[in-house]
């Protein structure tokens, strides 16, 4: 996962310190919860206390914990997990949420569901949706549409390098030669994982230029064609 910028403009607004403090994981019957209680402690850990939430100092720490890279794709599994909204932050609530849908409150059971999250985030039904908000999970700043090509070979080697190894290595050869795009949109990124999952590779038998490829990828298959002749 991208490195989150560490500026103060980038961090989400704060939740209230006395209500991070007091407020817990609740049961159905509305009592504070022993589970809950574990939850919030273990967010407390790694919290910043003048923000209100984990920023990337304390997801740094979380990572050591866990025995994981802070670039590891399961960081950014948990993050999904979470419906964390800002790269590099944890509020309260997303923490909270992550950890009750894992039924974890500890570091060592949240070591273990790992293995289990990526299973269900690799679930055809679940991938998708986890392939879309790595894209907009790099979106850190406000209005942003788009993503660097520099952070986009990053992202489509971390989240599709182990599925489609080949495509994602020449797709990101290509955008690292072409001078044509300086950055992705949404549309071009949700694309090349439709072109990974239908076009045959590297022939390139199947892929018609009449279809409604995004342009990027039509000259991405000139490109390889151009190679192979």
């Avoid at 939740?15 to 589970?35: D, I, L, P, Q």
């Avoid at 206390?49 to 100092?57: A, H, Q, R, S, T």
């Avoid at 690799?122 to 090509?149: G, H, W």
């Avoid at 795009?181 to 549309?187: Q, R, T």
Wanted: aromatic share 10%.
């Amino acid at each position: 996962m991208p490195r989150a910028s560490k500026r103060k403009s980038d961090s989400p607004k704060s939740t209230s310190t006395k209500s991070s403090r007091t407020e817990s994981v609740n049961s159905a019957s509305g009592k504070t919860t022993k589970f809950g209680i574990s939850v919030d402690n273990l967010f407390q850990k790694y919290a910043n206390k003048l923000l209100g939430m984990i920023d990337p100092e304390g997801i740094e720490a979380l990572c050591s914990d866990l025995g994981v890279d802070h670039t590891n794709v399961r960081i950014l599994m948990l993050a999904w997990k979470m419906k964390a909204e800002k790269q590099g932050y944890f509020t309260q609530d997303e923490w909270r949420k992550g950890l009750k849908d894992l039924q974890v409150d500890t570091i060592g059971k949240l070591k273990k569901a790992l293995p289990k999250l990526e299973a269900e985030v690799m679930m055809p039904e679940n991938f998708e949706d986890f392939y879309s908000y790595a894209f907009r999970y790099c979106l850190t700043e406000d209005k942003q549409k788009c993503v660097d090509i520099e952070s986009i070979c990053l992202l489509i080697d971390l989240v599709l390098g182990l599925q489609f190894r080949a495509q994602v290595d020449s797709f990101s050869e290509f955008l690292k030669n072409q001078t044509d795009y300086k950055v992705i949109n949404m549309d071009q990124w949700t694309n090349f994982l439709r072109f990974c999952q239908e076009i045959s590779f590297p022939d390139l038998e199947n892929y018609d230029t009449d279809q409604a490829w995004p342009v990027i990828l039509d000259n991405f298959v000139e490109w390889m064609k151009e190679k192979q002749s």
